[in-house]
């Protein structure tokens, strides 16, 4: 820095230190009424009345002064005058630490740990559906299974198996005939309870009774009265609950629990898939040139899995739809 540029620095630096450290005048009533200049803390100058003082800024008199003070400008970062020296605050933009992501944890299977034995997987065996039908052969009868005219309308040969002339109009017998007679004695001593309005709670109702098990029917009030006539007339306890069926399959289930009665509903058992296979082997016994098996199966397929198992045990090719 030149010799004139210093001198012209340092009465910059006199005149600031005069400006900054200097007393203030009062202000004057005349002067703008201002909230920020009324602050008790800002009224700087002699206390006493009369006295005068010249203010002077930036070369300038008479003109206010700006009330700020030295301490204050530390918190907008201004620099600090130190024996007339300027030090100058530096500012370093630092980028944040990047954080390392760490790796999931490694999950391991249990199979790692131990083996555990998997259930054997079930299978409907012929020679169940054989013993279903040896069982049951002296109460259900063979249905026939009649040449139809439809036949000739579709030009092939179409065999009907006529399962609607059971004792309850259904081939459901069948599966809960030898499903009965595969209860121990214990649990045919106590009783059986169903509590769904369907073919399968009319075969139920119907061989339990000829079986002479106590078979007790739960049906809600919305039931028909001819529906539970029938139930009565097959000879099962007949006990209306509830508004609903879900009402009465819930009081069923307390009844059997509280009874050591057996609560039994439509599902895939071994004995009752049994029993329903031996559609399969009255049809191959009855129609032997046989080609393809077209089987209802709504909601339930029960029985088309045990037909299928007893048609294909005998001749593979069958097609089974």
């Given amino acids: 820095m030149n010799f004139a540029a210093q001198i012209f620095y340092s009465r910059y630096l006199s005149e600031r230190l005069e400006r900054l450290f200097s007393p ?32 002077v800024c930036n070369g300038t008199v008479g003109r206010r002064p700006t009330l700020i003070e030295p301490e204050r400008l530390k918190d907008f970062g201004e620099e600090e ?4 020296d300027v030090k100058f605050h530096e500012t370093k933009v630092v980028a944040a630490p990047q954080v390392k992501l760490m790796d999931p944890p490694k999950t391991r299977r249990v199979s790692e740990f131990r083996i555990i034995p998997r259930p054997p997987v079930q299978y409907l065996r012929f020679e169940d559906i054989s013993a279903a039908a040896f069982r049951i052969q002296s109460v259900i009868q063979k249905t026939p299974c009649t040449y139809s005219r439809l036949s000739k309308q579709y030009g092939m040969e179409i065999f009907l198996k006529k399962e609607h002339l059971h004792y309850t109009g ?3 017998e069948r599966g809960v005939l030898y499903l009965l007679t595969c209860l121990t004695q214990e649990q ?15 075969a139920v109702a119907h061989h339990a009774v000829e079986l002479k098990i106590p078979v007790f029917v739960i049906m809600p009030s919305s039931c028909s009265s001819p529906r539970l006539r029938t139930y009565r007339d097959y000879g099962a306890m007949v006990i209306s609950y509830g508004g609903t069926s879900h009402d009465s399959q819930n ?23 049994a029993g329903l296979g031996t559609v399969g082997m009255e049809i191959f016994e009855q129609v032997p040139k046989v080609d393809a098996v077209i089987v209802p199966a709504a ?9 299928a198992a ?11 739809a």
């Fill in 251 to 273: 009081h069923a289930r307390h009844l059997a629990k509280e009874n050591g009665y057996l609560y039994l509903e439509e599902d895939e058992s071994a004995a009752y898939l």
């Fill in 188 to 202: 045919q001593r106590k009783g059986v309870i169903v509590a769904t309005d369907c073919n399968f709670s009319m």
């Fill in 24 to 55: 203030r005048p009062a202000i004057k009533d005349s002067e703008d009424n201002d909230p920020f200049w009324e602050r008790e803390e800002l009224r700087l100058g002699p206390s006493q009345p009369g006295s005068s003082y010249k203010s």
């Fill in 310 to 320: 007893a048609i294909k045990h005998f001749n593979s090719q069958i097609l089974v």
């Fill in 81 to 84: 005058l130190l024996n007339g």
């Fill in 170 to 172: 259904s081939v459901k």
């Fill in 299 to 307: 909601g339930q397929y029960g029985l088309l899995a045990s037909t």
